[in-house]
């Protein structure tokens, strides 16, 4: 089972992150379990008339034999090994392999395999306590082919054309008929520390080993006897005798040799082979061994890595394939796109670590039969390097020249190289801040003379743009005018192109700290009917107003409301607000202050004040007075007007009954 493993997922896909031995039992425990009882049984010499309780008492417990499914993982999230090979051998009928493999796993790594191995018998007699058995063996041999079966080979074919992904790959895969697994040394039988299984439920003469134990061991992937073949695709339409590219995913693949050996074919032959990483050819690698047999068919073996600490880097094998006639591979040569010789790169001096030429933009500097690398190097202090296909240079002090040849996947060398003068022509600058419409740009010349230059300058902000502005390079010192004004609030940055003879075109991105300035938003309060600014309720303790906020940006709104010391914040409906304004703290009586400020979301705001005439006192109830005693107090309640007036009205009347004459 192991060593199938490893070949997994889709050719063009990478395959999932490393998952532990223990997180498979969750998804094949039944297959598991159920194969060892009925291995213990046979090898207990149980009668085979009896296995069909077996596998009844494990249908009532949920589980079902069918159901394993190893699908979404590598033989590299499981174990590590310390080499592999792997053969495949494509048959005659141009739709099926023999596929073969082995993998060595050395002392110091072998017990994490033995490990592992136990840990995935967690939950069941004698499994995952640090002791690996031969039931746990026979147990994995069991499984093995079913879940071989269940994975996908990372191995594609596609006929046409050479392919380097985007189409749809003839996968390959496995039949389970045709697999059969071995082992050596995985449980040795000659260890000191070799001992009969401890377990109740262990087979007669199961033996067991501590998990520890580093003796070399080997998995061994075959063709079962029985079958023509364990893997199969769809036939090749022209049968091997027009071009193919065979791809196969080698992510995690650690130390392996690659086998694949073909057909008798005329004339077929390795007409070209690649190995990316994260899409970008690697280059400096051995080419592979291509060998016809004896018998006429064609061997080609390649050789394959993988530093586990790149994952998740996904790295891809390609073989193309053909019948037509050799053409030779000649040298790689500058085209027409790449810089003259002796022409200037403009660099900033100052921005450190900086892309040069992206990875698809230096390709085009080339003609040859397939991707190139670059031989660089720079004077002066200044450092040149090449990463993932993308070439970054790091300024030193002054002017710098980068010389460069071409270098093609079989390590040929153009003829000639090219030499740039790498320098900063110009400076820019701008007063950092927040501007409405127009920004001005001082350009200085650097060098010398720079009036022969082009420098055209857009505004943006993420996938909004102002419009280009151009104009001549400065003999000296020039001044150039952006406008932000149609711009939203917030930083903008510059696009920068500096273009002209005897030089590469320039293009960068430049941050001058320039910031459109927010506009304040603008509200306002509707009028009533009668021309007032609200309405009363009828306790005289509340207001109500309504009106209209708009931000000439778009950007959201909040309103607060004050009144008597008093505030509260509230959030508009689009462009209308509302609002039951409260009066209850107020100790006023002659009339009320509501100020309403408007406030966007970059903090610009507007503020307005209304002047509200508290309600007709004799139409409404008085509000309750801060300044009024209580009876908690030992006072007492203060009496209404109205009240007042009757007292006084009765006062006057008994007075004057008091002094009219009897």
Same mark, same amino acid.
């Given at each position: 089972?192991?060593?199938?493993?490893?070949?997994?997922?889709?050719?063009?896909?990478?395959?999932?992150?490393?998952?532990?031995?223990?997180?498979?039992?969750?998804?094949?425990?039944?297959?598991?379990?159920?194969?060892?009882?009925?291995?213990?049984?046979?090898?207990?010499?149980?009668?085979?008339?009896?296995?069909?309780?077996?596998?009844?008492?494990?249908?009532?417990?949920?589980?079902?034999?069918?159901?394993?499914?190893?699908?979404?993982? !590598?033989?590299?999230?499981?174990?590590?090994?310390?080499?592999?090979?792997?053969?495949?051998?494509?048959?005659?009928?141009?739709?099926?392999?023999?596929?073969?493999?082995?993998?060595?796993?050395?002392?110091?790594?072998?017990?994490?395999?033995?490990?592992?191995?136990?840990?995935?018998?967690?939950?069941?007699?004698?499994?995952?306590?640090?002791?690996?058995?031969?039931?746990?063996?026979?147990?994995?041999?069991?499984?093995?082919?079913?879940?071989?079966?269940?994975?996908?080979?990372?191995?594609?074919?596609?006929?046409?054309?050479?392919?380097?992904?985007?189409?749809?790959?003839?996968?390959?895969?496995?039949?389970?008929?045709?697999?059969?697994?071995?082992?050596?040394?995985?449980?040795?039988?000659? @260890?000191?520390?070799?001992?009969?299984?401890?377990?109740?439920?262990?087979?007669?003469?199961?033996?067991?080993?501590?998990?520890?134990?580093?003796?070399?061991?080997?998995?061994?992937?075959?063709?079962?006897?029985?079958?023509?073949?364990?893997?199969?695709?769809?036939?090749?339409?022209?049968?091997?005798?027009?071009?193919?590219?065979?791809?196969?995913?080698?992510?995690?693949?650690?130390?392996?040799?690659?086998?694949?050996?073909?057909?008798?074919?005329?004339?077929?032959?390795?007409?070209?082979?690649?190995?990316?990483?994260?899409?970008?050819?690697?280059?400096?690698?051995?080419?592979?061994?291509?060998?016809?047999?004896?018998?006429?068919?064609?061997?080609?073996?390649?050789?394959?890595?993988?530093?586990?600490?790149?994952?998740?880097?996904?790295?891809?094998?390609?073989?193309?394939?053909?019948?037509?006639?050799?053409?030779?591979?000649?040298?790689?040569?500058?085209?027409?796109?790449?810089?003259?010789?002796?022409?200037?790169?403009?660099?900033?001096?100052?921005?450190?670590?900086?892309?040069?030429?992206?990875?698809?933009?230096?390709?085009?500097?080339?003609?040859?039969?397939?991707?190139?690398?670059?031989?660089?190097?720079?004077?002066?202090?200044?450092?040149?390097?090449?990463?993932?296909?993308?070439?970054?240079?790091?300024?030193?002090?002054?002017?710098?020249?980068?010389?460069?040849?071409?270098?093609?996947?079989?390590?040929?060398?153009?003829?000639?190289?090219?030499?740039?003068?790498?320098?900063?022509?110009?400076?820019?600058?701008? !007063?950092?801040?927040?501007?409405?419409?127009?920004?001005?740009?001082?350009?200085?010349?650097?060098?010398?003379?720079?009036?022969?230059?082009?420098?055209?300058?857009?505004?943006?902000?993420?996938?909004?743009?102002?419009? !280009?502005?151009?104009?001549?390079?400065?003999?000296?010192?020039?001044?150039?005018?952006?406008?932000?004004?149609?711009?939203?609030?917030?930083?903008?940055?510059?696009?920068? !192109?500096?273009?002209?003879?005897?030089?590469?075109?320039?293009?960068?991105?430049?941050?001058?700290?320039?910031?459109?300035?927010?506009?304040?938003?603008?509200?306002?309060?509707?009028?009533?009917?009668?021309?007032?600014?609200?309405?009363?309720?009828?306790?005289?303790?509340?207001?109500?107003?309504?009106?209209?906020?708009?931000?000439?940006?778009?950007?959201?709104?909040?309103?607060?409301?004050?009144?008597?010391?008093?505030?509260?914040?509230?959030?508009?409906?689009?462009?209308?607000?509302?609002?039951?304004?409260?009066?209850?703290?107020?100790?006023? @009586?002659?009339?009320?202050?509501?100020?309403?400020?408007?406030?966007?979301?970059?903090?610009?705001?507007?503020?307005?004040?209304?002047?509200?005439?508290?309600?007709?006192?004799?139409?409404?109830?008085?509000?309750?007075?801060?300044?009024?005693?209580?009876?908690?107090?030992?006072?007492?309640?203060?009496?209404?007007?109205?009240?007042?007036?009757?007292?006084?009205?009765?006062?006057?009347?008994?007075?004057?009954?008091?002094?009219?004459?009897?």
């Amino acid at each position: 089972m192991v060593v199938l493993c490893q070949l997994n997922t889709t050719p063009m896909h990478v395959p999932p992150c490393r998952q532990s031995m223990r997180s498979l039992i969750s998804r094949q425990a039944g297959i598991l379990v159920a194969m060892l009882i009925v291995a213990s049984l046979i090898l207990s010499g149980i009668p085979s008339s009896d296995l069909k309780q077996v596998h009844e008492v494990e249908e009532t417990s949920g589980r079902q034999l069918g159901d394993v499914d190893c699908s979404n993982y !590598t033989f590299e999230d499981l174990f590590a090994y310390s080499h592999a090979s792997f053969d495949v051998d494509f048959q005659d009928d141009w739709a099926s392999s023999i596929t073969q493999a082995t993998a060595w796993v050395n002392g110091s790594i072998s017990p994490a395999v033995r490990e592992n191995i136990d840990g995935l018998f967690e939950g069941f007699p004698g499994g995952d306590n640090d002791w690996l058995s031969t039931d746990e063996r026979e147990g994995v041999r069991s499984v093995g082919p079913k879940c071989i079966a269940d994975m996908n080979t990372r191995l594609g074919m596609r006929e046409g054309q050479p392919h380097r992904g985007g189409v749809d790959w003839n996968d390959l895969t496995w039949v389970e008929e045709g697999i059969a697994l071995d082992e050596v040394d995985l449980v040795p039988d000659d @260890h000191e520390e070799t001992r009969n299984c401890q377990n109740a439920f262990a087979t007669n003469g199961c033996k067991e080993v501590p998990v520890h134990v580093d003796d070399d061991l080997q998995i061994m992937l075959l063709q079962d006897d029985e079958e023509d073949n364990n893997m199969q695709f769809n036939q090749l339409p022209n049968m091997g005798t027009e071009p193919f590219t065979i791809a196969l995913n080698v992510t995690n693949m650690s130390d392996a040799t690659l086998n694949f050996t073909f057909p008798v074919i005329t004339n077929l032959r390795l007409d070209a082979w690649e190995i990316q990483e994260n899409g970008v050819t690697v280059f400096g690698l051995d080419e592979p061994s291509v060998t016809n047999l004896s018998d006429g068919r064609l061997r080609i073996v390649v050789n394959v890595d993988y530093d586990l600490a790149d994952w998740p880097m996904g790295k891809n094998l390609f073989l193309d394939l053909t019948t037509a006639e050799n053409v030779p591979d000649n040298p790689p040569q500058w085209s027409s796109d790449a810089p003259l010789d002796g022409e200037m790169m403009a660099v900033m001096l100052d921005s450190g670590k900086t892309m040069l030429a992206s990875h698809e933009f230096a390709q085009s500097w080339a003609d040859d039969e397939s991707q190139v690398s670059f031989d660089c190097s720079a004077s002066n202090g200044w450092s040149w390097s090449l990463e993932s296909g993308d070439m970054y240079i790091t300024p030193g002090q002054g002017q710098s020249e980068l010389t460069c040849s071409l270098v093609d996947l079989k390590n040929q060398v153009s003829e000639s190289s090219r030499t740039w003068t790498l320098e900063q022509p110009l400076s820019f600058s701008a !007063t950092s801040g927040e501007y409405t419409d127009a920004v001005p740009i001082t350009i200085n010349a650097l060098n010398g003379d720079r009036s022969g230059l082009t420098v055209s300058i857009t505004p943006f902000q993420d996938d909004t743009t102002s419009p !280009t502005v151009s104009s001549a390079g400065p003999v000296d010192s020039s001044n150039m005018e952006i406008n932000v004004s149609e711009m939203s609030p917030g930083p903008v940055e510059l696009d920068v !192109t500096v273009t002209g003879n005897g030089m590469a075109d320039w293009l960068f991105t430049l941050d001058l700290g320039i910031k459109k300035e927010s506009r304040a938003p603008e509200i306002s309060v509707t009028k009533t009917r009668e021309g007032d600014n609200g309405t009363w309720d009828e306790e005289g303790y509340s207001y109500s107003m309504a009106g209209t906020v708009y931000d000439l940006d778009g950007d959201d709104i909040s309103i607060e409301i004050e009144v008597c010391g008093y505030s509260t914040k509230i959030n508009p409906e689009g462009a209308a607000w509302s609002n039951e304004v409260s009066v209850v703290g107020c100790n006023s @009586h002659e009339s009320y202050i509501i100020t309403l400020t408007a406030t966007d979301s970059w903090d610009k705001s507007t503020s307005i004040s209304v002047s509200v005439m508290p309600p007709d006192e004799y139409s409404t109830p008085n509000k309750p007075s801060d300044s009024a005693a209580t009876a908690d107090e030992g006072g007492l309640p203060a009496p209404g007007v109205i009240a007042t007036i009757a007292m006084l009205g009765l006062a006057g009347l008994l007075r004057r009954r008091i002094d009219s004459p009897q």
